[in-house]
């Protein structure tokens, strides 16, 4: 027998296997259910608690919520309260409690009966909950006066669903009109008219104390009358089994009145056939249709309960019709307020925050920073940057990270470059002296050739700082391989070859009157440039093997704090190899100051060996300095900075005490007491080692003797026996010997 009701919202009732001659002119509750759904989601909640009445209704309308939210995801749900059908006291005080353990989930979903959406509302008004939970109900609150009436205040903000419906006018034109004369047919209208006026028809109703009935009484004028919102439905359902028997009359009986003998009986799997088949516009002007399960289509309408001016009423929000329309801006909050209530498990993540998702709760999650070189790469995720980017600002991604060098406005290069300049040119000042002045017998006698070898290494030295503080490319960093290492070796290969010469001399002249091989200036030059070349010839292994190049080295500066991050322009030269490049020039070093500890003895008035010594003793402390400076800051941030100006410095500081030691003295001699640079009488080599001997032993003093005329002899001896065809002269300086 097919069934077409006006009331039934159970979402079961939509299984054509088991209610397959059941229709209805409402829709169920899954649309209910989505369109609920639809509006937490546009009103962006969700973290949401559920509250249902025990009972088909109840429970099947919040399954299908949940059925909802999970299938359009986005939507969790903290708590599923159920009330019982026999509640005992202090029930609702318990479900009140229960939705206050999650006070993020401020938005309850109900699905319950009208009295106990009432006592629900007054549980949480005894808590002194008024303006914390946001009601969303169905159907069975939509906008009933009841459940809310002296408790408004607690339902302010609740959002209320409704099947879209219509006042029918010429319902209430009848009803009002019905009588206890015009309506005796109703067998229950009797005890309605004793319930709405408070009456008893009953003859003994005075004795009893009652108020008697009139049936003067009328209805909306002598007791409030609401038209009852079902009506629409009850008289659209009648229609639809009107239509439907109407059109299978026609189909089966066509041209005849009455019934015929093709519907008598009635066929009912026929009638559900026209049944499912009707589309007419019913009472109120919507089309009445069924889909394939017997469900009419869902149309709602969606109200808000507001309070304005001391005013409480139910006002229309917006609709929803497959899809919701909502307006906003005509919603009102707790509190009169427009600003949209939250009701979620975690606030948003800020940019550059990944979500860490609480196990088994979706919506919940902890914000954790990406920190450090870490980006934000999506939601839930935190990558690395590549090796030469760093994260942004807000860590959402990653930009270059700067490029630095030394520059030659900071101060870590202007002071070097300083030294440099100074020396440049106090060493150009003593080759102008000594060019000008390079027949003088001082000049002579401090070994020409050699003199101006080392001064070239003293140049390239001083040169050296402005190769280190310019910008790095191939060709700075090819120079740096070359003249780094180079001017060391040249200067301390000169000064090896003549502390050597000098202790050959005095070791020989203690045993011969011959002199010792090897001594002549084209000979010093030799042996200088051989042992310089060892240097160039370890540079050419060196390009061979890794050629130059200048790299960027984002691990230098690369500091825990990514903003102070800084890529380091450079040459491709590590500290090892940079230790490899000056090693020989170390060992040249030493070697020298070896021999000058050797000839430590030799008479000052006969060598300079002592102003040698004095040099490479200051040189190897500013080297012993420079060892631990250079590695002990291989951590710092500045690294760049203090390890270039160290180096240049120590090269700048070595030059400077050679130039210094050696020279000077010369210079002021030659420009200051002419007299002094003058020749002396010449004794046979033997005779003046002899003598400068045991004139050291036995004479602390002759020293002291005007013009070194012990000196001046040995270096006329030596340069008669070498030279037999020059001319002696007078020397100041160990480059004579």
Not at 481 to 499: D, E, N, P, Q, V
Request: proline letters at 5%.
């Amino acid at each position: 027998i097919p069934q077409v009701s006006y009331a039934s919202t159970a979402p079961e009732l939509s299984d054509n296997t088991r209610y397959d001659f059941f229709s209805r002119v409402v829709p169920p509750d899954t649309y209910q259910a989505q369109a609920m759904v639809d509006i937490v989601k546009a009103m962006r909640w969700n973290y949401i608690s559920t509250v249902a009445s025990e009972g088909n209704y109840g429970e099947s309308g919040v399954e299908a919520f949940i059925q909802k939210s999970r299938e359009d995801g986005g939507v969790c749900v903290s708590q599923s309260v159920k009330i019982p059908r026999e509640p005992k006291q202090g029930e609702f005080d318990k479900v009140i409690r229960r939705l206050r353990e999650n006070p993020n989930a401020r938005v309850v979903i109900l699905f319950a009966s009208e009295d106990d959406i009432r006592r629900l509302l007054h549980a949480a008004k005894k808590a002194n909950q008024t303006g914390h939970f946001i009601w969303v109900g169905s159907d069975s609150w939509g906008s009933k006066i009841s459940p809310v009436l002296q408790q408004e205040e607690m339902a302010e903000g609740a959002v209320t669903i409704l099947p879209k419906r219509q006042s029918i006018k010429g319902f209430d034109r009848y009803f009002i009109s019905r009588t206890l004369e015009n309506n005796r047919r109703n067998i229950w209208f009797a005890e309605f008219w004793e319930n709405n006026f408070n009456c008893k028809l009953s003859r003994h109703a005075v004795k009893k104390g009652l108020k008697k009935c009139t049936n003067q009484e009328r209805i909306g004028k002598d007791s409030h009358y609401e038209q009852e919102g079902k009506v629409q439905f009850v008289i659209d359902a009648v229609y639809a089994m009107a239509h439907a028997l109407h059109n299978m009359h026609q189909e089966l009986c066509p041209g005849k009145v009455g019934l015929c003998s093709k519907i008598d009986p009635i066929n009912g799997t026929h009638l559900l056939k026209h049944i499912r088949h009707l589309n007419f516009a019913g009472i109120a002007g919507n089309p009445v249709l069924f889909n394939e399960n017997g469900d009419a289509p869902g149309r709602y309408e969606i109200y808000q309960y507001q309070i304005q001016n001391q005013t409480a009423e139910y006002k229309i929000i917006g609709h929803w019709t497959d899809q919701l329309h909502l307006n906003v801006h005509s919603m009102q909050w707790p509190g009169g307020t427009r600003q949209v209530p939250y009701s979620i498990c975690s606030h948003p993540c800020q940019p550059g925050e990944r979500k860490k998702i609480v196990k088994g709760i979706p919506c919940c999650w902890h914000c954790e920073r990406c920190d450090g070189y870490q980006y934000q790469a999506d939601t839930y995720t935190c990558k690395m940057c590549r090796f030469d980017l760093r994260p942004n600002k807000n860590h959402t991604g990653c930009v270059p990270i700067p490029i630095v060098k030394l520059e030659w406005s900071s101060p870590w290069a202007v002071i070097p470059v300083l030294i440099a300049v100074v020396g440049i040119m106090a060493t150009l000042f003593v080759v102008a002296t000594f060019i000008r002045y390079n027949d003088t017998p001082i000049v002579k006698a401090s070994g020409r050739e050699l003199s101006y070898v080392l001064l070239t290494g003293i140049f390239l030295c001083y040169a050296t700082t402005f190769l280190m503080i310019s910008t790095p490319d191939i060709g700075i960093c090819s120079l740096r391989r070359i003249f780094l290492g180079l001017g060391m070796s040249i200067s301390y290969a000169a000064l090896l070859t003549k502390t050597n010469r000098i202790y050959r001399i005095f070791e020989q002249g203690t045993m011969s009157v011959s002199a010792p091989r090897l001594i002549s200036p084209a000979s010093q030059l030799v042996i200088t440039f051989s042992l310089a070349s060892v240097q160039l010839l370890g540079v050419c292994i060196w390009f061979g093997v890794d050629p130059s190049k200048a790299i960027i080295d984002y691990e230098d500066q690369r500091t825990s704090n990514p903003v102070l991050a800084r890529g380091v322009l450079k040459c491709d030269i590590s500290d090892l190899s940079l230790i490899c490049l000056l090693g020989y020039s170390m060992l040249l070093m030493v070697t020298c100051t070896v021999y000058a500890i050797k000839t430590r003895g030799v008479p000052e008035t006969f060598n300079e060996a002592k102003p040698i010594g004095f040099t490479m003793y200051t040189t190897c402390i500013i080297w012993l300095a420079f060892i631990p400076i250079f590695f002990g800051t291989s951590q710092s941030t500045e690294k760049m900075y203090i390890q270039t100006t160290t180096l240049t410095i120590s090269v700048s500081l070595s030059a400077s005490v050679s130039l210094g030691l050696l020279y000077m003295p010369k210079v002021y001699v030659v420009l200051f007491h002419p007299e002094q640079n003058v020749p002396k009488r010449t004794r046979s080599l033997k005779a003046v080692v002899t003598a400068a001997t045991m004139s050291n032993k036995f004479n602390p003093k002759a020293g002291l003797r005007p013009n070194g005329e012990a000196k001046t002899e040995l270096c006329e001896s030596l340069e008669t026996q070498t030279f037999p065809t020059k001319q002696t002269y007078i020397s100041y300086s160990n480059h004579a010997i």
